[in-house]
């Protein structure tokens, strides 16, 4: 207990004070890569894609690693985050800069079994291809391609993101960014759960390099999103330290949101989300059991959040990835309804209570099957996302969100069970939602006006594709399950 106290101390310190004491070796970055820590972005050129490595930290004093102080993947290899300029630098160069960073997705893991079926994405994901290339170089491959896309390239509502210096952090630890436990054995299996570390490190970077940004905007898809709150939490803090009001937004793609007993009695543990989650100040002892976990982390970070700061979250209302690992962790062990009735009924409650308590947060729901891509691919082919978005992440001013957006029931035909593109709907009264057989659509209320008409979901996927990632879920449950 003494070296955990000391442990979150000397991290809150770091966090204050930054990594002054510490000696930075760089052995474990590829030669393809700059020292994170070594290198200023105003050396950098503007509208190209660099890789960064942070550097591991240890004690000036001793020969031990400083607190979240290994940047690795999950296997062991090295980690490494990207990031550009913008392609047009600000006419005034004393102009205060804009900072988007997206966290990427990628399942996570708990024991050897689900360790083994996720070995791929436990190293850096193949993104060196952007290397060299600007936002709009890799928005024309995203155009011509299909289910993904890249912010940088695009416009969303009225926020330009073309002007955003873009970090990308890429997900190769299958704790969702946020574990500090190195070395973990799952019968004779290493695993380095060290999210926390790779995130950390890259913040540290991003905090040495915008000392008074205009606008920060958090983005993720699935175990990217699910830690933004976070991280949310963490650069206002870091920011308010030092006197500066900066702005912050997150919007969070397809959450992994419920927590099932099964798992936070069992695995949760190997993770070590504690370091991270106590350096914030949350009550993590009190928590780490309770299947209200990540309802807890949201209000707590919802309570300390500044109002003006708008917190959206995107979900399908039906989805596969989500419900998988929800039953693979145990969701549907006490239930006597069915998985994906649960699995909608407690997502839902779980939202329109934090709705309710919190007026800076609201949730944009997707009417159909599916999950999340980076860059906020499926959502933006939605019509009212824009207008939805646009009261979420808005620069410019600093009006709060339009809480205006209505959970509706709705009916759906039967072609949408096998066909979501050709999902229709019907609206009624507000209510709570019974089951995911009866959908629900949030609604976008421009002030003053009328209800926008529900819209249909609309996927640029073909079948064939909707086909291979059925597939693949099956097999992946059925290995999980078996």
């Known amino acids: 207990m003494k070296q955990r106290i000391a442990t979150f101390l000397l991290l809150s310190a770091a ?3 930054g990594d002054d004491s510490t000696i930075i070796s760089y052995k474990n970055c590829d030669a393809n890569s700059l020292p994170a820590e070594n290198t200023s972005i105003s050396t950098l050129n503007n509208g190209q894609f660099y890789k960064m490595c942070p550097g591991s930290h240890k004690h000036s004093n001793n020969d031990t690693f400083a607190t979240l102080g290994q940047p690795k993947c999950g296997d062991g290899s090295n980690f490494a985050f990207y990031l550009t300029r913008p392609e047009q630098p600000p006419q005034q160069e004393e102009k205060p800069q804009k900072v988007l960073i997206e966290l990427s ?3 996570a893991c708990w024991d050897k079994g689900t360790c083994a079926l996720q070995s791929f994405f436990l190293k850096m994901p193949p993104l060196d291809f952007i290397l060299g290339m600007s936002c709009s170089d890799v928005g024309k491959i995203a155009d011509v391609s299909e289910g993904w896309d890249i912010l940088c390239a695009r416009t969303v509502g009225e926020t330009d993101f073309t002007e955003y210096n873009t970090i990308v952090i890429p997900y190769c630890t299958q704790d969702v960014h946020l574990g500090d436990a ?4 799952y019968d004779g299996t290493t695993i380095q759960h060290v999210g926390g570390h790779n995130t950390y490190r890259t913040l540290q970077w991003v905090f040495d390099n915008f000392e008074d940004p205009s606008h920060i905007v958090l983005t993720g898809c699935s175990a990217g999103a699910t830690p933004l709150p976070v991280f949310y939490h963490m650069i206002k803090e870091h920011y308010k330290a030092r006197g500066r009001n900066v702005k912050v937004n997150i919007i969070s793609d ?6 099932p007993r099964n798992f936070l009695e069992n695995h949760f543990q190997f993770w070590n989300h504690e370091t991270v989650m106590k350096s914030i100040g949350f009550d993590y002892d009190t928590h780490k059991e309770d299947v209200q976990y990540a309802s807890a982390v949201l209000d707590y970070v919802l309570d300390g959040s500044d109002d003006t700061d708008g917190i959206g979250l995107v979900s399908h209302n039906d989805d596969a990835v989500s419900l998988m690992y929800y039953i693979a962790m145990g969701g549907d062990d006490d239930n006597k309804t069915s998985d994906d009735t649960q699995w909608w009924f407690e997502m839902n409650n779980s939202w329109s209570q934090t709705m309710n308590e919190h007026k800076n947060f609201d949730v944009f729901i997707i009417n159909g099957s599916g999950h999340c891509s980076s860059g906020l691919y499926f959502a933006n082919q939605q019509p009212d996302f824009e207008k939805w978005v646009s009261s979420i992440v808005a620069s410019t001013s600093l009006i709060p969100v339009q809480h205006e957006t209505v959970v509706m029931n709705t009916s759906v035909t039967m072609t949408a069970a096998t066909d979501p593109t050709s ?27 009328e209800t926008d008409t529900p819209s249909t ?19 992946q449950l059925c290995l999980l399950l078996g």
């Not at 397809?254 to 927590?259: F, N």
């Not at 229709?424 to 003053?448: D, H, I, K, W």
């Open 423 to 449: 999902a229709t709907t019907e609206a009624y009264e507000s209510r709570p939602v019974e089951s995911p057989v009866s959908p629900m659509n949030n609604t976008f209320l421009s002030s003053g006006s």
């Open 254 to 259: 397809s959450p992994v949101y419920l927590t």
């Open 15 to 17: 966090m204050a004070n």
């Open 457 to 475: 979901a609309t996927f640029k996927t073909s079948a064939g594709h909707h086909t291979l990632i059925a597939t693949f879920l099956c097999l």
């Open 182 to 185: 190195a070395e973990v054995l």
């Open 105 to 107: 997705g990628g399942g």
